[in-house]
């Protein structure tokens, strides 16, 4: 069965850094667009960053430019998100997507989602 398992999340304070994963099983990434995703109480979710993993290209919110990298291994089915500089409001749940037929300019259709990670940062 096709999942996508997002793990890395914490609790930290204002400045720190975080690096978020997302292990795939049953698709090859190397056929995908993969997507963070994130969404903040009373917030509705919001695109971070993407890859296309066939050949490498990504994408970030403005919000997050030069301070979020992410990067995929194909042999692991595994994409990372290295956050780094962290504020208070990258305070969210924080999701990793799967699709094939994804419009990235506009952060649509992604297929497949985790269950997300808590990333909390404190001031």
């Known amino acids: 069965e096709v999942q996508l398992v997002e793990s890395g999340g914490g609790l930290v304070q204002a400045g720190a850094s975080l690096r978020l994963s997302c292990a795939a099983s049953g698709f090859a990434f190397v056929d995908y667009t993969i997507g963070w995703f994130r969404q903040a109480p009373g917030k509705e979710r919001e695109g971070v960053s993407q890859?296309?993993?066939?050949?490498?290209?990504?994408y970030y919110a403005d919000s997050v430019k030069g301070r979020f990298t992410i990067s995929s291994d194909n042999a692991k089915n595994t994409v990372y998100l290295q956050m780094n500089s962290l504020k208070p409001e990258d305070t969210a749940v924080y999701y990793c997507?799967?699709?094939?037929?994804?419009?990235?300019?506009?952060?649509?259709?992604?297929?497949?989602w985790g269950q997300g990670t808590q990333v909390t940062v404190s001031s």
């Open positions: 890859i296309s993993s066939s050949d490498g290209r990504t």
């Open positions: 997507a799967a699709g094939l037929y994804s419009i990235v300019s506009r952060w649509l259709g992604y297929d497949y």
